[in-house]
């Protein structure tokens, strides 16, 4: 049976959110943000081994203590220039540890919010999907095209639009040489769309929320208040 294998990528700088600690590690809820990544990932049992993609050198990972998360999580100091290095890089210190068969589930530290119930549902619904997918939401709000000094330039149809989450997964050997053919891909599915092939859509949830911003962190802190994981 094809394993599944968790590749969470931890290795930038976040600046955006005017931090001078790099996103992944700042305080949410008592730990740091990746934390609950992680931990949502582990607990699931169909997933094999959990890897966070860490900054070579990277000095934060050993000021926190990890051991709560067991022996399921496995750090990788393999992180690239971007996202899509990062995992490709971290495909390969992996090796032949990852099969051409396996599913690789690729989740954003900065989604900590992720619910293990959700990840499990998203597990099932790809079943046996000869490519992957990834969690997405439909569009609700109006988009606009801005022209010069900020003006509207166009109303844009939001039908059949959905907002890219994760996790995203896919089959290993598909996904390494996706990554290899698009090295500027933003994420995993974008990557695969460059070999031709069709990602499933399944949708998410809207408190998958990413933090990318000071305010997300409140909102963040609230939803895993609510879960019962804060």
């Known amino acids: 049976m ?3 294998l968790a590749i969470v990528p931890a ?3 976040g600046t955006r959110i005017g931090d001078p600690v790099p996103k992944q590690y700042i305080a949410l809820a008592g730990r740091p943000m990746v934390y609950h990544s992680l931990a949502a990932l582990a607990k699931v049992a169909r997933i094999e081994r959990v890897h966070p ?5 990277d000095p934060h990972w050993a000021r926190h203590d990890w051991s709560a998360l067991g022996a399921k999580v496995e750090p990788l100091f393999a992180g690239g220039a971007s996202r899509a290095q990062t995992v490709l890089n971290a495909l390969d210190v992996l090796g032949e540890r990852a099969a051409e068969d396996d599913w690789v589930l690729v989740h954003d530290a900065a989604r900590p919010c992720i619910r293990g119930e959700l990840v499990e549902q998203f597990l099932d619904e790809l079943g046996d999907d000869p490519v992957g997918g990834l969690l997405a939401m439909p569009l609700a709000d109006t988009l606009k095209s801005a022209a010069e ?9 939001r039908l059949n639009l959905w907002r890219a989450q994760t996790p995203q997964m896919f089959r290993c050997g598909l996904l390494r ?11 995993e599915s974008q990557a695969l769309e460059a070999l031709g092939k069709s990602p499933r859509l399944v949708e998410g949830e809207s408190g ?3 933090v990318t911003f000071a305010e997300d962190l409140a909102i963040a802190a609230m939803i895993l208040v609510r879960q019962g994981r804060a």
Not at 53 to 57: E, M, S
Not at 149 to 156: L, N, S
Not at 178 to 186: F, I, K, P
Request: glycine share 12%.
């Open 53 to 57: 993609v860490l900054a070579p050198g």
């Open 11 to 13: 290795a930038g700088q």
């Open 2 to 4: 094809p394993r599944i």
């Open 149 to 157: 000094g900020q003006r509207v330039a166009a109303t844009i149809p």
């Open 208 to 210: 998958n929320i990413k």
């Open 177 to 187: 040489r996706g990554l290899a053919a698009r090295a500027d891909a933003t994420d």
